[in-house]
């Protein structure tokens, strides 16, 4: 039997290997793309100290601490691990997708012992004509079955697992791009904050000097008591800043210890020691928009989805056509003895040819493929999306790094000047010239110039920060070309397709 099915076997083979494959042929969309950003001149023009590759973008931030903080969080942190299982799991849908396009084989064995009753018609027939009514049976098979996939419905599920897999890591590089940044970010906030604890708390130090002096002048008949009281709510306005900075603190470090995959307060002694707010660092490039494209891990996560999205189009699609299989068993039984199994006439053999076809169905298979159409449908227009948010993130970034860092140098003027008038304040108010009223005057400003300068700075790394991350950077950029290739053009986003069936 099985040497009258090789004619048929062969004929499925050769229109396997020479067929095409339904549904569209995937080709990467292609993307509208302008030739620069908008704010790229002007943050190419920054004055700055230092620059930063976007391999490694935090390393120009020239922090010892921030690196190994950034190093620790990309080994421990529990979002990349999650990321890295899902990584796995498309792993193995993959290698299912590519056993599915492969024969399948299992060998099967069996011992059965059976004693008949002599009550039952077969046992009453057996012992009238003096038979055995035990009996035993021994069998051992090896079967085999392959779905020819004539039409391409379990090329195009594998090409579906392969883009899904694709994108799975890429998702992984994305999170790791994100905790990097977010460490960073997190590592900012804490230097800022405990830049405005330490100013909020040396004024604090300045006014209450400045409320002995008033006590005592009060005290000896020369100072009055409005001066005093005065004096004593101007100090406890800027100590009442000091929990609230304080409390923001906490938060902080706590948020970055779960960034580190720790419980929070692991850290925490050793970031409490003080230290300067990191200087944003300039870019030793930036590229262009569709350079930012092509390395944006989250867009070859939402490109990888329109491919696979496409392909199963082609899964749906195959469902109108046959599904053929070829099946075949070898093996022995006996019902004699053992030692009988395997032998000449203890031999069986089977062939099958399989046919699947849903002739019937095509309402439903209609369903499935508008169904496959209209969810690629939305996976390209997610990406479209996904593009257009991009640009935004590094425009946004841009203008938030040059406009922070503008306010920085304003401010800084303004410290000068704050400084002057208060020591121009406090002498001339020792020498009766002024009230009390001008000195406070001169040293709330001081203080709210310095808290603003404090807090601008810290903006401006968080810019710097976010605009490493909206450009992608913190991963080799080699690797974006090699996972997804993107096309780009002048002109609107569309996807070319070709149904070759």
Same mark, same amino acid.
């Given at each position: 039997?099985?040497?009258?099915?090789?004619?048929? $076997?062969?004929?499925?083979?050769?229109?396997?290997?020479?067929?095409?494959?339904?549904?569209?042929?995937?080709?990467?969309?292609?993307?509208?793309?302008?030739?620069?950003?908008?704010?790229?001149?002007?943050?190419?023009?920054?004055?700055?100290?230092?620059?930063?590759?976007?391999?490694?973008?935090?390393?120009?931030?020239?922090?010892?601490?921030?690196?190994?903080?950034?190093?620790?969080?990309?080994? &421990?942190?529990?979002?990349?691990?999650? $990321?890295?299982?899902?990584? !796995?799991?498309?792993?193995?849908?993959?290698?299912?997708?590519?056993?599915?396009?492969?024969?399948?084989?299992?060998?099967?064995?069996? !011992?059965?012992?059976?004693?008949?009753?002599?009550?039952?018609?077969?046992?009453?027939?057996?012992?009238?004509?003096?038979?055995?009514?035990?009996?035993?049976?021994?069998?051992?098979?090896?079967?085999?079955?392959?779905?020819?996939?004539?039409?391409?419905?379990?090329?195009?599920?594998?090409?579906?697992?392969?883009?899904?897999? @694709?994108?799975?890591?890429?998702?992984?590089? $994305?999170?790791?791009?994100?905790?990097?940044?977010?460490?960073?970010?997190?590592?900012?906030?804490?230097?800022?904050?405990?830049?405005?604890?330490?100013?909020?708390? &040396?004024?604090?130090?300045?006014?209450?000097?400045?409320?002995?002096?008033?006590?005592?002048?009060?005290?000896?008949?020369?100072?009055?008591?409005?001066?005093?009281?005065?004096?004593?709510?101007?100090?406890?306005?800027?100590?009442?800043?000091?929990?609230?900075?304080?409390?923001?603190?906490?938060?902080?470090?706590?948020?970055?210890?779960?960034?580190?995959?720790?419980?929070?307060?692991?850290?925490?002694?050793?970031?409490?020691?003080?230290?300067?707010?990191?200087?944003?660092?300039?870019?030793?490039?930036?590229?262009?928009?569709?350079?930012?494209?092509?390395?944006?891990?989250?867009?070859?996560?939402?490109?990888?989805?329109?491919?696979?999205?496409?392909?199963?189009?082609?899964?749906?699609?195959?469902?109108?056509?046959?599904?053929?299989?070829?099946?075949?068993?070898?093996?022995?039984?006996?019902?004699?003895?053992?030692?009988?199994?395997?032998?000449?006439?203890?031999?069986?053999?089977?062939?099958?040819?399989?046919?699947?076809?849903?002739?019937?169905?095509?309402?439903?298979?209609?369903? @499935?493929?508008?169904?496959?159409?209209?969810?690629?449908?939305?996976?390209?227009?997610?990406?479209?999306?996904?593009?257009?948010?991009?640009? @935004?993130?590094?425009?946004?970034?841009?203008?938030?790094?040059?406009?922070?860092?503008?306010?920085?140098?304003?401010?800084?003027?303004?410290?000068?000047?704050?400084?002057?008038?208060? @020591?121009?304040?406090?002498?001339?108010?020792?020498?009766?010239?002024?009230?009390?009223?001008?000195?406070?005057?001169?040293?709330?400003?001081?203080? &709210?110039?310095?808290? $603003?300068?404090?807090?601008?700075?810290?903006?401006?790394?968080?810019?710097?920060?976010?605009?490493?991350?909206?450009?992608?950077?913190?991963?080799?950029?080699?690797?974006?070309?090699?996972?997804?290739?993107?096309?780009?053009?002048?002109?609107?986003?569309?996807?070319?397709?070709?149904?070759?069936?």
């Amino acid at each position: 039997m099985l040497t009258d099915l090789r004619p048929l $076997a062969l004929m499925l083979g050769v229109s396997l290997l020479t067929g095409c494959a339904v549904g569209p042929d995937y080709r990467s969309p292609e993307i509208d793309a302008s030739s620069r950003f908008l704010g790229q001149k002007a943050v190419a023009h920054r004055d700055v100290q230092s620059t930063a590759d976007l391999e490694a973008w935090w390393a120009g931030f020239e922090d010892p601490l921030l690196n190994r903080l950034i190093g620790l969080a990309l080994e &421990q942190n529990l979002d990349i691990a999650q $990321a890295t299982a899902r990584i !796995a799991q498309s792993r193995a849908s993959l290698h299912l997708a590519d056993a599915a396009l492969l024969p399948s084989a299992n060998v099967s064995a069996n !011992a059965a012992r059976t004693h008949q009753s002599g009550e039952t018609p077969l046992g009453q027939l057996l012992s009238a004509a003096r038979g055995d009514r035990n009996g035993s049976y021994y069998e051992a098979n090896l079967n085999a079955s392959w779905e020819i996939d004539v039409f391409g419905g379990l090329r195009r599920g594998r090409e579906a697992a392969g883009a899904e897999y @694709e994108a799975s890591e890429a998702g992984a590089i $994305a999170t790791r791009l994100a905790v990097a940044a977010q460490t960073a970010d997190v590592y900012v906030t804490i230097r800022g904050l405990q830049t405005r604890i330490a100013i909020a708390r &040396q004024q604090a130090e300045t006014r209450r000097e400045l409320l002995s002096t008033v006590t005592l002048q009060f005290e000896k008949g020369i100072a009055a008591e409005l001066q005093m009281r005065q004096t004593e709510g101007s100090l406890a306005q800027v100590e009442a800043k000091i929990p609230v900075l304080e409390s923001g603190l906490d938060v902080a470090m706590n948020a970055l210890d779960v960034l580190l995959g720790v419980q929070p307060g692991t850290y925490r002694a050793e970031l409490s020691v003080a230290a300067p707010i990191p200087a944003a660092p300039g870019f030793a490039e930036i590229g262009t928009p569709a350079d930012m494209i092509r390395r944006r891990p989250d867009l070859i996560v939402a490109e990888r989805r329109v491919a696979a999205a496409s392909a199963r189009i082609g899964v749906a699609i195959s469902e109108y056509y046959p599904k053929f299989s070829l099946g075949g068993l070898l093996g022995s039984a006996t019902a004699i003895a053992s030692g009988n199994l395997f032998t000449g006439g203890a031999s069986q053999a089977l062939g099958i040819l399989g046919l699947r076809w849903r002739l019937f169905d095509f309402g439903r298979i209609d369903a @499935e493929i508008a169904a496959a159409r209209g969810r690629e449908a939305e996976a390209l227009a997610a990406y479209r999306l996904a593009v257009l948010r991009a640009t @935004e993130d590094v425009e946004n970034a841009f203008s938030a790094l040059v406009k922070r860092e503008a306010q920085v140098g304003i401010l800084t003027r303004g410290e000068s000047s704050f400084a002057r008038a208060r @020591e121009n304040s406090a002498a001339a108010y020792k020498g009766g010239v002024v009230s009390l009223i001008e000195v406070l005057d001169a040293d709330g400003n001081l203080l &709210q110039a310095r808290d $603003a300068k404090a807090e601008a700075q810290t903006e401006a790394a968080r810019a710097a920060i976010a605009s490493f991350r909206a450009l992608g950077g913190g991963w080799d950029a080699q690797h974006a070309s090699s996972t997804a290739p993107i096309a780009i053009r002048d002109e609107q986003v569309h996807t070319h397709r070709q149904t070759t069936r």
